[in-house]
T-cell receptor, first 109, second 115 residues
Framework: GIQVEQSPPDLILQEGANSTLRCNFSDSVNNLQWFHQNPWGQLINLFYIPSGTKQNGRLSATTVATERYSLLYISSSQTTDSGVYFCAVATGTASKLTFGTGTRLQVTL | DTGVSQNPRHKITKRGQNVTFRCDPISEHNRLYWYRQTLGQGPEFLTYFQNEAQLEKSRLLSDRFSAERPKGSFSTLEIQRTEQGDSAMYLC?????????????FGPGTRLTVL
């Protein structure tokens, strides 16, 4: 099956700093989603981005499908950004997602 | 519209007992997925339904696990004879199957602890 790798596994930032999270995948995908998992376990949708670039406030994402990677940018980080960020992909339309192991982000004051 | 809901949110049970979880998807979504997440890992796919038909099951879904979606609306996931290794967060998601984007929306999960 498809392999999904995320880096870095852990990241500690001071409030106000910027960061880039990376997701590499091993096959062509029809679906790529970025999630933020909060401390209570809820997966919050950030982006649906099988290709191209999107921005939402302080967050933006870019997927280069031909090179099989996606990047999530967080600018001016806040303590509420802390948590685990997952990249998940699917090779078929509306099919199961395969998740990476996540990047655990901690933003300190 | 309301999101995906799951009940119960937490379940503590003794080894050997049966447990059942419920998922209510977003109303217009005809595809429903179950995932399991253990500590420190990303969610792993268990099974999914399109309407009432179960279309795919993971090797993770042993004979002790059964899922149903009898009327193509809510779904239940039952674990029989629970084992300590079943302790995990069980997540449900739903999506459309026609018309992009095929975004999966997740519920809050049911956290199972087997003593």
């Amino acid at each position: 099956g498809i392999q999904v790798e995320q880096s870095p596994p852990d990241l500690i930032l001071q409030e106000g700093a910027n960061s880039t999270l990376r997701c590499n995948f091993s096959d062509s995908v029809n679906n790529l989603q970025w999630f933020h998992q909060n401390p209570w376990g809820q997966l919050i949708n950030l982006f649906y981005i099988p290709s191209g670039t999107k921005q939402n406030g302080r967050l933006s994402a870019t997927t280069v499908a031909t090179e099989r990677y996606s990047l999530l940018y967080i600018s001016s980080s806040q303590t509420t950004d802390s948590g685990v960020y997952f990249c998940a992909v699917a090779t078929g339309t509306a099919s199961k997602l395969t998740f990476g192991t996540g990047t655990r982000l901690q933003v300190t004051l | 519209d309301t999101g995906v809901s799951q009940n119960p949110r937490h379940k503590i049970t003794k080894r050997g007992q049966n447990v059942t979880f419920r998922c209510d998807p977003i109303s217009e979504h005809n595809r429903l997925y179950w995932y399991r997440q253990t500590l420190g890992q990303g969610p792993e796919f268990l099974t999914y339904f399109q309407n009432e038909a179960q279309l795919e099951k993971s090797r993770l879904l042993s004979d002790r696990f059964s899922a149903e979606r009898p009327k193509g609306s809510f779904s239940t996931l039952e674990i029989q004879r629970t084992e300590q290794g079943d302790s995990a967060m069980y997540l449900c998601a739903s999506s459309r199957v026609t018309g992009q984007p095929y975004i999966q929306y997740f519920g809050p999960g049911t956290r199972l602890t087997v003593l």
